[in-house]
């Protein structure tokens, strides 16, 4: 009796670990970021990165601006006079399959791009070959476009 326990128990044991690590998975929703202008910086992400305005479904206290990329990953802006740190290292990223495309659209809106080292208007090339630009939206907050597809 014990050895069909000792067997059943080995079978199903698993499909139980794998149903705890599975439980477990996080898949990304939104990232809110503070902002002093909210309009302004709304406009930007709209504007320049091709995001849509969607309905803010919490409290409009503090002003909020919900948007949405084309995968459907959230930004959410949240009026705060505390504004956001200022530093290359605090940055999103997204990927594109063409940041030529996206260079020029930048240079087209006047809009200057950086590497890590902060030269301006240059596309970086990270070791691992990636290439990638750096753009600040007008809170400060960097915002990184590469092509790591």
Known sequence: MQYKATILFLFFLPI?????TESF???FNHQ????KQL?????????ILGFEEIEVTASQNPPKRWLINHEGKQLHLITSNDGAPN??????AYSTRDLDKVVEHLQKNKVDYWTDEGKK??????KDGVRQVKIQDPEGHWVEI????
Do not use: C, W
């Open 16 to 20: 139980f670990i794998s149903a705890q």
């Open 25 to 27: 998975k996080l898949t």
């Open 32 to 35: 809110a970021l503070p902002v």
């Open 39 to 47: 309009q302004k910086t709304g406009d930007f992400y709209v504007d």
């Open 87 to 92: 530093t290359i290292v605090n940055h999103m």
């Open 121 to 126: 208007n240059v596309v970086r090339i990270r």
């Open 146 to 149: 590469n092509e790591a597809y």
